[in-house]
């Protein structure tokens, strides 16, 4: 996952649009939002849910939910939609995975989420902490299924392998946007590249999964040939969401994609053989992830309304 803080030039920033009514958020309140709050700041945790200033931090924390960010909270690339903080990361933590999996066992979590900075300076990658990060959840917490979010180890099938050997239930990498706007939007990834690790991936008999914002300037046409080289590589699990602009720095919100053109794609997706679509407005990757691990729910509720 390529998500960090761009330094857009003045010329390219436009003010920002005033949000639609279907983009309206509930602020995060009560008892269980406090407690995952707490849990986060005592154990030192990086979660993608403050740093990439998520619109439904309020619902999933509520719910005893969050996604991990490992590997420190500085990214090296430098992606132009992504509210992380880019330049010189730390050093690795070693004592991170052990952390993460103490976090989720307090958390009672039946369903967990860990995504990471990219970590192009390491030798591995991050494939390491990775790997270890997954077995040390896993040995902690045996009944917590769990969904890994994964840069794209610049295509190094070694690194890419070691995350699958630690047999997360789904393995996710985001494609973010259609091929044309992909070096505007992220700047140091390559479309072709990303498509070979989902590809890659399913070769190695993970369970996969992307996403995909909306509202960059892509068309119609452009969405659904995405979805037709995912269908290629034998995609499992799609998320479409209208990408929102973090700060003046970032790139603009070029429009607000309708519901109804949401609901569009999510019919088209399924028509693909996609084995789960989410696709709204305020649809992120990881929301409603525990449903994502469930090979046949989403297309057996997709049948099911075609019924009815």
């Known amino acids: 996952m390529e998500q960090t803080i761009a330094c857009a030039s003045q010329q390219n920033i436009k003010p920002r649009y005033q949000k639609p009514n279907w983009l309206r958020v509930k602020l ?3 008892e269980n939002y406090k407690h995952v709050r707490s849990l986060v700041d005592t154990h030192k945790l990086h979660t993608i849910c403050e740093s990439g200033n998520c619109p439904n931090m309020g619902e999933c924390w509520g719910a005893g939910t969050a996604t991990f960010m490992i590997l420190g909270n500085i990214c090296t690339r430098s992606c132009g939609f992504c509210a992380v903080a880019t330049g010189r990361p730390e050093p690795v933590d070693w004592d991170e995975p052990q952390r993460v999996a103490e976090a989720i066992h307090l958390m009672k979590v039946k369903h967990a989420v860990i995504t990471s900075v990219d970590r192009d300076e390491l030798k591995d990658g991050g494939s390491t902490i990775w790997y270890n990060t997954i077995k040390a959840v896993k040995a902690l917490n045996p009944d917590t299924t769990l969904e890994t979010l994964i840069p794209d180890f610049k295509g190094i099938h070694e ?19 259609v091929e044309r706007l992909t070096r505007q939007v992220r700047i140091q990834a390559k479309y072709r590249r990303s498509l070979e690790v989902l590809r890659y991936l399913k070769e190695l008999g993970v369970r996969t999964k992307t996403g995909i914002m909306l509202g960059l300037g892509e068309t119609k046409e452009e969405v659904i040939e995405t979805m037709n080289d995912l269908a290629a590589v034998n995609l499992d699990v799609l998320t479409l969401g209208q990408y929102l602009q973090p700060t003046t720095r970032h790139l603009p919100v070029e429009r607000f994609v309708h519901p109804d053109e ?15 679509v989410e696709s709204g407005p305020l649809v992120r990757s ?18 099911g309304e075609k019924v009815n």
Request: charged share 20%; glycine share 10%.
């Open 159 to 177: 690194q890419i392998e070691k995350v699958a050997e630690a047999a997360p239930e789904v393995i996710s990498h985001n494609m973010e946007t």
């Open 262 to 276: 949401f609901a569009e794609f999510r019919e088209i997706g399924y028509s693909l053989g996609f084995d789960y």
């Open 28 to 30: 995060p309140i009560g």
């Open 286 to 303: 990881s929301y409603h992830s525990e449903k994502h691990v469930v090979p046949g729910y989403g297309r057996q509720i997709w049948l």
